[in-house]
């Protein structure tokens, strides 16, 4: 089962490239989908990716190299 849907992927990678000038990657395959930068987020991208996570009921899980997080239910 997807938690988000590519539009929703779209979006926040298109979102997060115009507020803060980082690239998202977003990976979709039978291991789950997950996102990835190539450099750890810092705070403030951090907090904004929980309350887009948040406006759509979903828990952030960040990686613990912090240059990747996923979506829970």
């Not at 490239?17 to 951090?46: I, N, W």
Request: hydrophobic share 40%; with cysteine; glycine share 10%.
């Amino acid at each position: 089962m997807d938690i988000i849907d590519l539009e929703t992927a779209a979006q926040l990678k298109s979102l997060v490239k115009e507020t803060f000038s980082v690239q998202l990657h977003f990976h979709d395959g039978c291991g789950g989908q997950y996102f990835s930068m190539e450099k750890p987020a810092g705070r403030r991208l951090r907090e904004w990716v929980v309350t887009f996570g948040e406006e759509r009921r979903l828990k952030v899980i960040f990686l613990e190299d912090g240059c990747g997080f996923y979506f829970t239910l």
